[in-house]
């Protein structure tokens, strides 16, 4: 499963304003839906903010992915953003967050989120992948950084 | 020769299901613990931790069984995992396979 075909130009912000973690996860939304305004702003951050209460989506090495499934969309959303600052996620290994991934999935494509998931978590175990994003300083450099991964890991 | 491999989820029928197979002439069989791959998934790894609802059925623990028999238990060891648990009729309680031994070492003639 390729992930950059789910990354958006107008959905990646590069630095994220915030510096807290739930005023990031609002940002990287209100960034979809400044482009999908159908989708509905509480509800959505209500399902983001359960999911973060069972357990953090910081997954370590300064990366979280944020998600939810959400209930009458019909499609998958994925947001992306650099913080300006180190932010404290809450993560297990305790380090500072600077890639934040928002994702969004339909409630019934369980198996489309578990495999963007799956994806995305194991993609930015690659520590090369990581300092390539975080030194990505247009949204077009982040799509590029992810393709040309894909097309290695692919090929 | 047969190998049965059953994995049973609800391992509270364990000690009835291995009366049952002495009581049908199995002479032995290796039990070993075992998880949910699900469980594993939704409580060991955080990300996926939003699925615990999706892994409820998984069990934190269950049992595999394992044994070397000859092709013709297998309707007897099938009937007294039926009558044990009904996992015929339930889903969630056990599964059983078999596959074929090409080779036996180190077993009793």
Redesign the interface.
């Known amino acids: 499963m390729r992930i950059s075909p789910y990354l958006d130009r107008d959905c990646i912000k590069i630095p994220l304003k915030k510096h807290k973690k739930y005023e990031i996860i609002e940002e990287l939304l209100d960034l979809i839906i400044q482009k999908y305004p159908e989708i509905d702003k509480q509800k959505t951050i209500q399902s983001l903010m359960d999911r973060e209460k069972i357990e953090t989506t910081a997954v370590g090495n300064h990366v979280a992915i944020p998600h939810a499934r959400i209930k009458n969309i019909q499609k998958v959303y994925l947001a992306f953003g650099i913080t300006e600052k180190s932010v404290d996620f809450d993560a297990l290994d305790e380090k500072p967050v600077k890639l934040v991934f928002l994702l969004l999935c339909p409630e019934k494509k369980l198996n489309t989120q578990i495999g963007l998931l799956a994806r995305l978590s194991r993609f930015l175990h690659d520590k090369k992948l990581r300092k390539e994003l975080a030194k990505c300083k247009n949204n077009q450099s982040v799509i590029n950084v992810f393709t040309e991964h894909e097309n290695k890991h692919f090929s | 020769m047969k190998l049965i491999i059953i994995f049973l989820n609800k391992i509270e029928y364990l000690d009835d299901l291995l009366a049952a197979f002495l009581e049908i002439g199995v002479p032995g069989a290796t039990v070993l613990d075992s998880v949910g791959m699900g469980h594993i998934v939704s409580h060991d790894?955080?990300?996926?931790?939003?699925?615990?609802d999706?892994f409820a059925g998984s069990s934190p623990t269950n049992k595999t069984i394992l044994m070397v028999t000859q092709k013709d238990m297998i309707p007897k060891i099938d009937e007294a995992l039926k009558d044990v648990t009904g996992y015929h009729q339930k889903t969630g309680v056990a599964k059983m396979i078999s596959v074929p031994v090409d080779d036996l070492f180190g077993f009793e003639k």
């Not at chain 2, 790894?45 to 615990?52: D, N, S, T, V, W």
């Open positions: 790894i955080p990300i996926f931790a939003g699925l615990r999706f």
